[in-house]
């Protein structure tokens, strides 16, 4: 079952568009697509950049031991 990009509810198909049972949220194939495509882009930015804070923060705190 299609899941909704904007709240997780499930998606069902009414003629040409997929409708979120939750939400309402109404889109086309390629709209949804699309909007699919945005959510991976931004969690993968988001993880992006996590692991360049852990990789910062691992920095600072082996600099700042005293051997």
Known sequence: ???CPECG????SRM?????ETCG??????E?????DKV???????????HRRNREYLKWYES???H
């Open 16 to 20: 040409k568009r997929k409708i979120c």
């Open 40 to 50: 991976r882009e931004f969690s993968k930015d988001e993880d992006n950049f996590r």
């Open 1 to 3: 079952m299609a899941k």
């Open 32 to 36: 949804y697509d699309r909007a699919w």
């Open 25 to 30: 949220l109404s889109l086309t194939g390629p």
């Open 9 to 12: 509810g499930n998606m069902i």
């Open 64 to 66: 700042s031991k005293k």
